[in-house]
């Protein structure tokens, strides 16, 4: 079954604008099959194929003659040398459009060879997950005994919602051991594979929560620093997502550490041992819930808001709030999430404190108060806050 893509009609602009476009994402969120899909009558040429990666990086000249646009390039970070002479390519023509479209899962090793050798000459997009709207069409409902659980731990890899049959722990268990073997190896000279898996698990365990790279080293039993390098490499496969904090002023931060999520709640919950029939009653479920607001706020704004900023706020007054969306004419959003399905009234409270705050930091000329959980439709209490549905996120943040 074919999932269609939210991001499908954004691609195809870009592709009518530049040259070339890059399209990044962790492995597995369907980059490939969604490009040949879109660009059919494009060559297709993969780097996963070390043959063809090492004739991409060694004879750039002689790889661009075999393989001529228009063409799609898979994995193109396994060949970082052929940015340079994807300029010259395309500089002999510029005024034809989406003649290279490139993917990779490496986001920084891209962006830089981007901003080094093709700065304006191609269009930067991720590829994440599937969104929730996404998986209803796939074919998931709200309703039902263990639709919820089912819901995170699945995850939003579509191969999973494609063909439901597959097995998600194995399903997982494969993925961890690709990734292990093809991206780390690329990117960091790890020793012990083993060691590496164990710091998964306990970034797992304190997903949601502010970053501490020292308690992560020590209960790994490696340095701080070897701890920043792996944090970093899974940020740059796509793995993690660091949130950072809101600032009052430029340079000034509330709180300095960013907190720590997974970019995807299906391999956040293989990672603790969680099972739809688990999930409601472990310890862990309240991260597990803020990590999968996370991703669906993080989603719907690089889709259709990608200059909104996203944060979360904490302060030495201990007045926190899980997330804060600044929009369009300082109106900000003040967002918890919380797993009950009926939030009390009371856990406005603190958001209320956050807002005062914010209002007086930033001269905020709107503010609105959302406790986003499991309700089955968003409620509106009165003009400046919000019980919002989990499943009805987008909806609610379309409106201005």
Known sequence: MWIEREISNKILELSGSFPALILTGARQTGKTSLLRRLFPDHRYVGLDLRVLAEQAEDSPDSFLRDHPPPVVIDEVQ???GLFRHLKVAIDRDRQKKGQFILTGSQKFTL?????????????????PGLSLRERKVAGWQATGTGSLGNLLVRGGFPELWAEPAIPVREYYQAYLATYLERDLRQVLNVGSLRDFERFLRACAARSSQLLNK??????????QTTAGEWISALEASNQLTLLEPFFANVGKRLVKSPKLYFNDTGLLCFLLGLSPESI??????GAVWENFVLVELATW???????????FYRDQQNREADFLVQGPFQHVRIIDAKWAEMPKAESFKPLEQVAASVARARGVEKVELALVSRIDATRRLG?????????????????S
């Open 78 to 80: 396994y060949a970082p």
């Open 111 to 127: 962006m830089k060879e981007v901003s080094d050798s093709l700065a304006g000459r191609c269009a930067l997009l991720s590829l």
């Open 214 to 223: 020292s308690d992560l080293a020590r209960d790994v039993g490696i340095s």
């Open 280 to 285: 409601g009653s472990s310890a862990l479920t």
């Open 301 to 311: 704004l690089a889709l259709y808001h990608p200059e909104w900023s996203l944060w």
């Open 383 to 399: 003009e400046d806050r919000a019980l919002v549905s989990a499943f009805d996120l987008a909806a609610y943040l379309g409106q």
